[in-house]
C-alpha cells in the first residue's frame, strides 16, 4: 500500500484531492482515446488509397473502351453519312473503312483536316486526349494525326493491321487523360 501513495502523486485543487485510481483511469482513457484516433487516421489514409487506386482503374477502363471504339470506329465502318468527307459538318460519325481491313486515303486525309476538337467528337473521344498514327510494319512512322505526347507510357494503346493502297500497315490509337 506504501508503494501506491509514491506512484500516484497527490494534488490539491482547492479542497478536493485526487486518489490514484482516478489518476490511473484518466491516463487509461487518454491512451485509449489515442490509439483509437492513430489507428482511425491509419484507416481513413488506407481507404483514400484504395479509393484513388479504384478511380484510376475506371478511368483505364474507359480510356481502353474509348480506344477500342475510336479503332472500330475508323477501321470497320465508313463513316455516317458514307461520304462524309464531302461534307465533314453534316457527319455523325467518321469511319476510314473502304473494303475489308482496307482504309480509304482519301479518307485518311479528310480526317487529318479535321479540327482537332471535331475529330474528338465525331470518334466519341470526349472526356480523352486522342493521337493516332501510321506505320509500316517494319516500324517506319508514315502518318500521324491528333494531339501529340511526349510521354506516351501513361496513354491506352490499340493497334490495328489495316490495309492502305494495298498495303499492310499499323494502325495505332493512342487516348489518354
Known amino acids: ?5 509514491h506512484l500516484c502523486k497527490k494534488r490539491k485543487t482547492g479542497t478536493n484531492y485526487f486518489d490514484c485510481k482516478g489518476q490511473i483511469i484518466m491516463l487509461d482513457l487518454f491512451l485509449a482515446a489515442l490509439v483509437f484516433l ?3 487516421s491509419m484507416l481513413f489514409a488506407e481507404f483514400g488509397k484504395i479509393d ?3 478511380l484510376t482503374e475506371q478511368t483505364v477502363n474507359q480510356m481502353n473502351f474509348a480506344a477500342l471504339n475510336a479503332s472500330d470506329s475508323l477501321i470497320n ?3 455516317i453519312p458514307s461520304n462524309w468527307i464531302n461534307d465533314a459538318n453534316n457527319a455523325t460519325a467518321i469511319g ?3 473494303k475489308k481491313q482496307a482504309i480509304s486515303e482519301k479518307k485518311w486525309n479528310a480526317l487529318k483536316q479535321l479540327d482537332y476538337a471535331t475529330m474528338k467528337e465525331l470518334l466519341g473521344i470526349n472526356n480523352f486526349e486522342i493521337r493516332i498514327e501510321l506505320f509500316d510494319l517494319k516500324n517506319n512512322f508514315i502518318d500521324g494525326l491528333g494531339l501529340k505526347q511526349d510521354n506516351l507510357n501513361e496513354a491506352v494503346v490499340v493497334e490495328r493491321i489495316i490495309k492502305l493502297n494495298g498495303i499492310e500497315r499499323r494502325l495505332f490509337v493512342y487516348v489518354w487523360k
Open 38 to 40: 492513430l489507428l482511425a
Open 77 to 79: 465502318s465508313p463513316g
Open 52 to 54: 484513388s487506386k479504384i
Open 96 to 98: 476510314l473503312k473502304e
Open 1 to 5: 500500500m506504501e508503494t501506491k501513495k
